[in-house]
Protein backbone atom coordinates (compact mmCIF):
# COMPACT_ATOMS: atom_id res chain seq x y z
CA UNK A 1 0.00 0.00 0.00
CA UNK A 2 1.57 3.36 -1.04
CA UNK A 3 1.95 5.86 2.05
CA UNK A 4 2.57 9.55 2.12
CA UNK A 5 5.72 11.00 1.28
CA UNK A 6 8.20 12.40 3.75
CA UNK A 7 11.24 13.46 1.43
CA UNK A 8 12.12 16.94 1.65
CA UNK A 9 11.44 19.64 -0.87
CA UNK A 10 15.23 19.95 -2.66
CA UNK A 11 14.47 15.80 -2.93
CA UNK A 12 11.18 16.03 -4.69
CA UNK A 13 12.47 18.80 -6.86
CA UNK A 14 15.36 16.66 -8.20
CA UNK A 15 13.27 13.49 -8.81
CA UNK A 16 10.94 15.48 -10.84
CA UNK A 17 13.83 17.15 -12.78
CA UNK A 18 15.66 14.00 -13.56
CA UNK A 19 12.01 12.81 -14.50
CA UNK A 20 11.85 15.21 -17.21
CA UNK A 21 14.98 14.86 -18.40
CA UNK A 22 14.03 11.26 -19.01
CA UNK A 23 16.75 9.35 -16.58
CA UNK A 24 13.56 8.47 -14.41
CA UNK A 25 9.98 7.15 -15.19
CA UNK A 26 7.06 8.21 -13.03
CA UNK A 27 6.46 4.30 -12.70
CA UNK A 28 9.77 3.86 -11.35
CA UNK A 29 9.73 6.39 -8.69
CA UNK A 30 6.69 4.73 -7.56
CA UNK A 31 7.41 1.62 -7.29
CA UNK A 32 10.80 2.88 -5.54
CA UNK A 33 9.24 5.02 -3.29
CA UNK A 34 6.03 3.51 -2.26
CA UNK A 35 3.87 6.21 -3.27
CA UNK A 36 0.64 6.71 -5.92
CA UNK A 37 1.49 7.83 -9.33
CA UNK A 38 -0.68 10.69 -8.95
CA UNK A 39 1.33 11.62 -6.23
CA UNK A 40 4.46 11.97 -8.60
CA UNK A 41 2.27 13.44 -11.41
CA UNK A 42 1.28 16.09 -8.97
CA UNK A 43 4.52 17.13 -8.11
CA UNK A 44 5.48 17.70 -12.43
CA UNK A 45 2.48 19.83 -12.27
CA UNK A 46 3.46 21.64 -9.78
CA UNK A 47 6.80 22.47 -10.83
CA UNK A 48 6.12 23.24 -14.40
CA UNK A 49 3.53 25.32 -13.27
CA UNK A 50 5.07 27.44 -10.11
CA UNK A 51 8.67 26.26 -10.22
CA UNK A 52 10.79 24.84 -7.22
CA UNK A 53 8.41 26.91 -4.73
CA UNK A 54 5.76 24.92 -5.79
CA UNK A 55 6.97 21.68 -3.85
CA UNK A 56 8.36 23.47 -0.76
CA UNK A 57 5.26 23.39 2.33
CA UNK A 58 3.46 26.64 2.82
CA UNK A 59 3.37 27.90 6.35
CA UNK A 60 -0.42 29.07 5.50
CA UNK A 61 -3.15 27.48 3.11
CA UNK A 62 -3.36 28.94 0.21
CA UNK A 63 -6.06 31.67 -0.41
CA UNK A 64 -8.04 31.29 -3.64
CA UNK A 65 -10.57 33.50 -5.28
CA UNK A 66 -13.93 32.50 -5.36
CA UNK A 67 -14.43 32.96 -8.89
CA UNK A 68 -11.63 30.32 -9.55
CA UNK A 69 -13.37 28.35 -7.43
CA UNK A 70 -16.64 28.33 -9.45
CA UNK A 71 -14.77 28.52 -12.77
CA UNK A 72 -12.90 24.86 -11.60
CA UNK A 73 -15.74 22.68 -10.36
CA UNK A 74 -17.98 24.50 -13.69
CA UNK A 75 -15.29 23.33 -16.28
CA UNK A 76 -14.85 19.97 -14.53
CA UNK A 77 -18.93 19.55 -14.54
CA UNK A 78 -18.77 20.59 -18.00
CA UNK A 79 -16.36 18.26 -19.07
CA UNK A 80 -14.04 20.47 -20.04
CA UNK A 81 -11.29 18.65 -18.66
CA UNK A 82 -9.60 15.76 -16.10
CA UNK A 83 -9.08 17.13 -12.40
CA UNK A 84 -5.60 16.71 -13.15
CA UNK A 85 -5.77 18.96 -16.19
CA UNK A 86 -7.99 21.60 -14.43
CA UNK A 87 -5.84 21.58 -11.37
CA UNK A 88 -2.80 22.56 -13.59
CA UNK A 89 -4.97 25.30 -15.92
CA UNK A 90 -5.98 26.92 -12.36
CA UNK A 91 -3.10 26.18 -10.55
CA UNK A 92 -4.82 24.16 -7.96
CA UNK A 93 -2.48 22.43 -5.21
CA UNK A 94 -3.78 19.20 -5.16
CA UNK A 95 -6.54 17.05 -6.97
CA UNK A 96 -7.85 16.42 -3.18
CA UNK A 97 -8.82 20.04 -2.87
CA UNK A 98 -10.75 20.29 -6.13
CA UNK A 99 -12.78 17.08 -5.09
CA UNK A 100 -13.68 18.93 -1.72
CA UNK A 101 -15.26 22.22 -3.41
CA UNK A 102 -16.44 19.64 -5.98
CA UNK A 103 -18.52 17.60 -3.32
CA UNK A 104 -19.06 20.83 -1.37
CA UNK A 105 -20.56 22.26 -4.60
CA UNK A 106 -23.09 19.63 -5.35
CA UNK A 107 -24.30 19.37 -1.68
CA UNK A 108 -24.41 22.56 0.35
CA UNK A 109 -26.92 24.80 -0.74
CA UNK A 110 -25.53 27.59 1.13
CA UNK A 111 -22.22 27.25 -0.50
CA UNK A 112 -23.58 27.12 -4.14
CA UNK A 113 -25.72 30.16 -3.34
CA UNK A 114 -22.68 32.08 -2.26
CA UNK A 115 -20.24 31.16 -5.29
CA UNK A 116 -23.08 32.73 -7.69
CA UNK A 117 -25.66 30.80 -9.21
CA UNK A 118 -27.18 27.49 -7.20
CA UNK A 119 -26.73 24.01 -8.75
CA UNK A 120 -26.76 23.39 -12.47
CA UNK A 121 -30.05 22.70 -12.46
CA UNK A 122 -31.19 25.94 -10.87
CA UNK A 123 -31.37 28.91 -12.77
CA UNK A 124 -32.84 32.36 -12.41
CA UNK A 125 -35.22 33.95 -15.03
CA UNK A 126 -33.19 36.19 -17.32
CA UNK A 127 -34.04 38.30 -20.66
CA UNK A 128 -32.57 37.96 -23.59
CA UNK A 129 -30.80 41.52 -23.72
CA UNK A 130 -29.40 40.57 -20.06
CA UNK A 131 -28.17 37.61 -21.39
CA UNK A 132 -26.32 39.42 -24.32
CA UNK A 133 -25.00 41.65 -21.24
CA UNK A 134 -23.51 38.96 -19.78
CA UNK A 135 -22.23 37.23 -22.90
CA UNK A 136 -20.25 40.41 -23.44
CA UNK A 137 -18.97 40.76 -19.97
CA UNK A 138 -17.51 36.92 -20.07
CA UNK A 139 -16.00 37.29 -23.13
CA UNK A 140 -14.26 41.06 -22.05
CA UNK A 141 -13.15 39.18 -19.12
CA UNK A 142 -11.23 36.56 -21.02
CA UNK A 143 -14.43 33.73 -20.35
CA UNK A 144 -14.26 34.03 -16.75
CA UNK A 145 -17.45 31.90 -16.88
CA UNK A 146 -17.05 32.12 -12.35
CA UNK A 147 -16.45 35.48 -11.96
CA UNK A 148 -19.21 36.48 -14.71
CA UNK A 149 -21.86 33.91 -12.49
CA UNK A 150 -21.20 35.51 -9.66
CA UNK A 151 -21.18 39.07 -10.63
CA UNK A 152 -24.59 38.40 -12.14
CA UNK A 153 -26.05 36.09 -9.46
CA UNK A 154 -26.89 33.42 -12.27
CA UNK A 155 -25.29 29.85 -12.73
CA UNK A 156 -21.89 28.94 -14.32
CA UNK A 157 -23.57 26.20 -16.70
CA UNK A 158 -26.00 29.69 -17.64
CA UNK A 159 -22.95 31.19 -18.44
CA UNK A 160 -21.23 28.76 -20.50
CA UNK A 161 -24.17 27.69 -22.36
CA UNK A 162 -25.30 31.31 -23.23
CA UNK A 163 -21.54 31.87 -24.48
CA UNK A 164 -21.62 29.11 -26.96
CA UNK A 165 -24.81 30.27 -28.25
CA UNK A 166 -24.20 33.07 -28.45
CA UNK A 167 -20.78 32.15 -30.64
CA UNK A 168 -22.91 30.13 -32.66
CA UNK A 169 -26.20 31.55 -33.22
CA UNK A 170 -25.01 35.15 -32.36
CA UNK A 171 -28.01 37.21 -30.69
CA UNK A 172 -30.72 34.91 -31.62
CA UNK A 173 -28.96 32.00 -30.03
CA UNK A 174 -29.76 33.99 -26.67
CA UNK A 175 -33.90 33.02 -27.58
CA UNK A 176 -35.43 31.44 -24.77
CA UNK A 177 -37.23 28.86 -26.23
CA UNK A 178 -37.96 26.84 -23.24
CA UNK A 179 -41.76 25.64 -23.76
CA UNK A 180 -42.24 26.47 -27.62
CA UNK A 181 -42.37 23.66 -30.15
CA UNK A 182 -39.98 22.59 -32.63
CA UNK A 183 -41.03 24.41 -35.29
CA UNK A 184 -43.13 27.01 -34.51
CA UNK A 185 -40.37 29.30 -34.55
CA UNK A 186 -37.63 30.20 -37.12
CA UNK A 187 -34.52 28.10 -37.49
CA UNK A 188 -31.04 29.44 -36.11
CA UNK A 189 -28.68 26.81 -37.42
CA UNK A 190 -29.08 24.12 -40.36
CA UNK A 191 -28.75 21.73 -37.07
CA UNK A 192 -31.99 23.14 -36.05
CA UNK A 193 -34.08 23.21 -39.09
CA UNK A 194 -32.95 19.84 -39.79
CA UNK A 195 -34.47 19.01 -35.98
CA UNK A 196 -37.61 21.16 -36.74
CA UNK A 197 -37.95 19.19 -40.18
CA UNK A 198 -38.21 16.72 -38.47
CA UNK A 199 -40.36 17.24 -35.88
CA UNK A 200 -42.80 18.60 -38.35
CA UNK A 201 -42.74 14.96 -40.08
CA UNK A 202 -43.45 13.07 -36.81
CA UNK A 203 -46.42 15.25 -35.58
CA UNK A 204 -47.58 14.72 -39.79
CA UNK A 205 -47.37 11.37 -39.12
CA UNK A 206 -49.25 11.44 -35.58
CA UNK A 207 -51.70 13.32 -37.03
CA UNK A 208 -52.02 10.75 -40.16
CA UNK A 209 -52.17 7.95 -37.39
CA UNK A 210 -54.95 9.47 -35.03
CA UNK A 211 -57.01 9.66 -38.68
CA UNK A 212 -56.66 6.80 -40.18
CA UNK A 213 -57.50 5.13 -36.04
CA UNK A 214 -60.41 7.72 -36.83
CA UNK A 215 -61.56 6.34 -39.52
CA UNK A 216 -61.43 2.40 -38.77
CA UNK A 217 -63.38 3.01 -35.74
CA UNK A 218 -66.18 4.70 -37.40
CA UNK A 219 -66.39 2.19 -39.88
CA UNK A 220 -66.27 -0.02 -37.04
CA UNK A 221 -69.55 1.74 -35.49
CA UNK A 222 -71.27 1.99 -39.10
CA UNK A 223 -70.68 -2.54 -39.25
CA UNK A 224 -72.13 -2.50 -35.54
CA UNK A 225 -75.43 -0.32 -36.65
CA UNK A 226 -75.53 -2.29 -40.15
CA UNK A 227 -75.75 -5.47 -38.19
CA UNK A 228 -78.09 -4.37 -35.73
CA UNK A 229 -80.31 -2.86 -37.97
CA UNK A 230 -80.11 -6.44 -40.38
CA UNK A 231 -80.82 -8.27 -36.99
CA UNK A 232 -83.98 -5.84 -36.15
CA UNK A 233 -85.20 -6.05 -39.91
CA UNK A 234 -85.05 -10.34 -39.63
CA UNK A 235 -86.83 -10.58 -36.01
CA UNK A 236 -89.69 -8.19 -37.51
CA UNK A 237 -89.84 -10.92 -40.29
CA UNK A 238 -90.41 -13.48 -38.10
Sequence with gaps: MPHKSKLASKE??????????????????????????????????LYETEGETGLIPQKRNRVYPQNLKLSAVGDYLC??????????????????????????????????????????????????CERLD???YCLANNKDYGKTAIKYNVSYQQVYTWVRRFKEMGYAGLEDRRGKRSGTLPSRTPEEALRDKVAQ????????????????????????DALALQETKGNTKR
Excluded at 17 to 28: E, F, R, S, Y
Excluded at 201 to 224: G, S, W, Y
Design 12 to 45: KVKIVQDILAGKLTVGNISSRLGIYKSTVKAWIR
Design 134 to 136: IVH
Design 201 to 224: LERKNFDLRMENAVLKKLQELERR
Design 79 to 128: GLGSLEQICAKYKIKTREILRKWIKLYNSHEEFRTFWGGSRMTKTRNTTQ
